[in-house]
């Protein structure tokens, strides 16, 4: 069973920058896994963010990057702003029979 | 504009049956993979099930399959979930999700059907 995990719960200033993580259970986490970062708030449906480790839908506010940081896909948030208290999840890729495994998400609050 | 709209939603059950739909417009249906994606009550997202546009490839997640089955008629523009056998653990939110299989990515969603199992 893999599991990917990421920080339950995250604490950043408005202002501020916060790094949000996601790590595979098989080892490191590569670009081959097409990491992929949705946000959602309460009451609302997911919203994709980033793809492919960095790419960024055209959507997606410049204040958002994704990379590989240490072994994990890491979402970085510059200049949070108010409006991105929300919860993050990855999604990476494993292929064959289940392709496709989520994170447990990340509670970021902007206090 | 995508759009993609989820239904057939509603309380079951255990060991009732429920087909879901997903009625997408605003692109070309038929050159999409397509996904279900679900969120029980407070808890995280699960990828449940994929299938490709010609309906070839297909995948479930191992607490799902055998008991459910996603489907599609692109002259319709419709995505399918049938669901047998529920159980109260497959009491969740189930969204519809475009892949664009390019950028391996989902980046579209629906705004989700509430499915609730329960006596």
């Known amino acids: 069973q893999t599991v990917v995990t990421q920080e339950p719960s995250l604490t950043v200033s408005p202002g501020g920058t916060v790094t949000l993580t996601c790590a595979s259970s098989t080892g490191a986490v590569t670009s081959g896994y097409y990491p992929n970062w949705f946000q959602q708030k309460p009451g609302q449906a997911p919203r994709a963010l980033i793809y492919?480790?960095?790419n960024k839908h055209s959507w997606t506010p410049a204040r958002f990057s994704g990379s590989l940081l240490g072994g994990k896909a890491a979402l970085t948030l510059s200049g949070v702003q108010p409006e991105d208290e929300a919860e993050y999840y990855c999604?990476?890729?494993?292929?064959?029979?289940?392709?496709?495994?989520f994170g447990g998400g990340t509670k970021l609050t902007v206090l | 504009e995508v759009q993609l709209v989820e239904s057939g939603g509603g309380l079951v059950k255990p060991g009732g049956s429920l087909r879901l739909s997903c009625a997408a417009s605003g692109f070309t249906f038929s050159s999409y993979s397509m996904n279900w994606v679900r969120q029980a009550p407070g808890k995280g997202l699960e990828w449940v099930s994929s299938i490709s546009s010609s309906s070839s490839y297909i995948y479930y997640a191992d607490s799902v399959k055998g008991r459910f089955t996603i489907s599609r008629d692109n002259a319709k523009n419709s995505l399918y979930l049938q669901m047998n056998s529920l159980r109260a653990e497959d009491t969740a939110v189930y969204y519809c999700?475009?892949?664009?299989?390019?950028?391996?990515?989902?980046?579209?969603w629906g705004q989700g059907t509430l499915v609730t199992v329960s006596s």
């Open positions: 999700a475009r892949y664009v299989s390019s950028w391996s990515t989902f980046d579209y």
């Open positions: 492919s480790t960095s």
């Open positions: 999604l990476l890729y494993y292929g064959g029979a289940h392709p496709w495994v």
